[in-house]
């Protein structure tokens, strides 16, 4: 079946966008997507977009930005793994003939916009078990999922920090990136305690921020002549909502799930993956993504990411731009995974930044609190 | 209901700064036993799922209003974090301390404040339940070692 290309992607403005709102971020990144791929809004046959403090996203974006008789409106919220799961519903479309360019857009002002306290969680039955707790979420949920981890496997917070400290040595390339100074496994260890085994530098940082990713027909593309960044496997699941409780094994998320499913459909196994975007809101996450995506056995996420493994250089090349931990997150970070993926298929960069030779990407979204997986596989067509 | 001696019900109106529980729906049957010291869960006669929070549904076998159960309020736990940054309003004296999810004996599992020294706790450190009256209309579950 013929596979979506990924004709164009774009950050807007990273870090503080005090005089910008979700939309303004959303539809700054779309533009500058569309431009990467050589299209105009004109051309936009249709808009996805989750996270934007809106209940109807893609028909405020539509508005916004004034698309004429958009085909494709997607707005399916499973959190930061929404953008990796609109690829597949895209792609459907797409082969269905229903549109040629669709733009996968995500805009925020987590940081220095107001309501960023704000929270659905009220309207849930469940919130009057959860909140009397005092739980400090999300890294307090994250913080017991990795706790758990520990006990069960032997995980060490000293195992965390190595990907915090591995992929600051990514963001140190970055100009992009909010922190670039180098950091040590003991930088990691003595940072201020937040939710235990947390410190401070085991959690992503606040930024304001948005992304886009463009989507082409196979034809389309062909016809823009973009490098061919094909989508060759997308797989998306859930395995709760928000309730760290109601999670059914800490130490295992839909990624178990989605991964063989997405590398099935793109007929490759993990050994084939050249350069892996792996949705890190915390150092626990990143961690049990690769077990569960299968770059090591169960239980063994600590020691394979021990000597840089995932760092510039090392064996699996992860979080390449900085990740959440480094680079920046506006709340929903799964649309910047996808992002450095293509970047990186495309040999956008140059030294030790470049992966040499990438034609296999991973881009795993995670959303809520470890809730719902999407995986896709990026291919570079030859 | 099965008969277990009620958990002790400690009054903390006057001090707690923290959320309260809204109690509505389902959840109404199970704030009003928290003030009589009962933990309750629902089991569903017809497939014996076992679930917490309480749902107009069962999760196994989607029989409408599966019935409550009284909880023996013991278990123990499952996973659990110490908060140095707190989580809620009316948190910030508290600091550091557990919260833990707690596998129930019955099989459900659920979040709740621990009263005890936060660094003593472990995974599997048996817990039973006492209950701190926070409102009028609820008594939030706390557990404390066994």
Known sequence: MAEPIVAGVAESDLGE??????????????????????????????????????????????????????????????????????????????????ADVVVIAYGSTRKTGPGRDQSLEITHPVDGFVRPTGLFRPPGAYAMAAQRHMHEYGTTEEQLAEIAVSTREWASMNPKAAHQDSISVDDVLESRQIAEPFNLLDCCLVSDGGGAVVLASEEKARELGVPEIAVSGVASTSTHRQDISEMPDMTTTGAAVTGPKAFEQAGITPDDVDVAQLYDSFTYTALVTLEDLGFCEKGEGGSFVEGGTTAPGGELPMNTQGGGLSYCHPGHFGVFVLIEAVRQLRGDYTGDRQVDGAEVAVAHGTGGILSSSSTVVLRREA | MSGSEPAPVEDRRDS???????????????????????????????????????????????TTDPPFETSEGVGTVYSYTVCHVPGEPGFSDRTPYAVAAVALEEGPRLLALLDCDPEAVEVGMPLEVTFWQVSEEAAIPVFVPR
């Open chain 1, 17 to 98: 966008t005090p005089d910008r709102n979700w939309l303004d971020n959303a539809g700054i990144a779309t533009v500058r997507a569309l431009e990467d791929a050589g299209l105009a809004l004109e051309d936009v046959d249709g808009v996805a977009v989750a996270g934007g403090n809106d209940y109807m996203p893609a028909l405020v974006l539509s508005e916004y930005l004034d698309l004429e008789e958009p085909s494709v409106l997607e707005g399916t919220e499973i959190g930061g793994s929404s953008f990796e799961s609109f690829c597949g519903h895209i792609g459907d479309a797409m082969a269905r003939g229903r």
């Open chain 2, 16 to 62: 707690w700064e923290g959320p309260v529980p809204i109690p509505s729906g389902a959840n109404e049957t199970f704030w009003e036993a928290t003030l009589e010291g009962e933990l309750l869960y629902q089991r569903c006669e017809e497939c014996g799922t076992s679930q917490l929070y309480p749902r107009a549904v069962c999760t196994g076998c989607g």
